[in-house]
């Protein structure tokens, strides 16, 4: 298998990043940053395209429904204007 052959890179390279980009969202969650949203959407539609490219069609729903959530979540919080 090639480091850099497509499916290595759905199979391992990416959900790695991946995972690691949902972390630190949830990190700038927790200190309350508005970007939280923003890196939540990025990792929402990377989790969409890996789970669509594995066949789990139900999980990359769900991750339709979260980004939808994290794209909600970036506009109410600019609409009250909390801390950015």
Known sequence: MKILSPDFM???????FLT???IIGAVLNIKKKRS???IYTVAN???IAVN???GIYAQAALFLVFTGL???GWIEW???GWES
């Open 52 to 54: 669509i490219y594995h």
């Open 70 to 72: 994290s794209t909600w």
């Open 10 to 16: 759905m199979t391992h390279l990416i959900p790695w």
């Open 78 to 80: 600019g609409k009250r």
């Open 45 to 47: 539609i990377g989790w």
């Open 36 to 38: 939280s949203f923003a």
């Open 20 to 22: 690691i980009v949902s």
